[in-house]
């Protein structure tokens, strides 16, 4: 079993939908919860950072984090063409530790 | 805000040959830098992590030979692909964190290098 398993999709919305992206996880340590979108032959670009539970927000996207059921979601509203990408979420035990990624999800936003 | 910087973004080499890419932070200093490959429509997969003014940390299964890394400087990592072969045509990525106060010291990624061995 992957220690973060996150459905590649591909997700397919209208314009203007919520979106909703999900990872879970397996390792109890994981207190750094980052998602990053990368385009297509880009490196990552950060997005959100959270440490521990709960939600933060930024502008349109909002993440949450349940660490009692290891699940972490990142939610876009109003979502536009240009957030068509692919999205990663990455994990990590400590602030200067390695970051586990998964596998991405791709999406991409019809005008 | 922080940048990384990674040189070339693209290059195609001969079979045998070797290829240097430079990963660079360019308004912080970063004693840490990481090295990940990523296979079309997969993840990221963490190769080496780079120390300044030691020698670097590898992965599981990542020959040591074959990706030599050097950390000179507090902004300059270079991961050199030696030998290259076809098998070795990837992206491949580097990051740093940014430890400046407020920054929460999150990664920062290069825009990566394609690798094509012909």
């Known amino acids: 079993q992957k220690e973060v398993e996150q459905d590649p999709g591909p997700l397919s919305v209208p314009e203007g939908a919520i979106v909703s992206l999900n990872c879970t996880y397996s390792?109890?340590?994981?207190?750094?919860f980052m998602w990053y979108r990368q385009y297509s032959r880009k490196g990552p670009e950060l997005l959100m950072y959270?440490?521990?539970?709960g939600n933060k927000e930024d502008g349109r996207f909002t993440a949450q984090v349940d660490k009692s059921s290891k699940y972490i979601s990142l939610f876009i509203r109003d979502s536009q063409p240009s957030d068509s990408a692919t999205y990663l979420c990455?994990?990590?035990?400590?602030?200067?530790?390695?970051?586990?990624f998964g596998d991405g999800t791709t999406l991409t936003v019809k005008p | 805000g922080a940048v990384v910087s990674q040189h070339p973004s693209r290059v195609i080499c001969k079979s045998g040959t070797s290829v240097k890419i430079e990963c660079r932070s360019l308004d912080f200093q970063a004693t840490t830098m990481f090295w990940y490959r990523q296979f079309p429509k997969k993840s990221l997969m963490l190769m080496a992590t780079s120390n300044e003014g030691s020698k670097a940390t590898y992965e599981q299964g990542v020959e040591k030979d074959k990706f030599l890394i050097n950390h000179a400087s507090l902004t300059l990592s270079t991961l050199t692909v030696t030998s290259a072969h076809p098998e070795d045509s990837s992206f491949y990525i580097c990051s740093a964190r940014d430890w400046r106060p407020g920054r929460n010291s999150p990664l920062h990624f290069g825009n990566g290098t394609r690798l094509t061995v012909t």
């Open positions: 390792n109890s340590a994981f207190q750094y």
């Open positions: 990455a994990l990590s035990d400590t602030n200067a530790g390695k970051s586990t």
């Open positions: 959270t440490y521990s539970s």
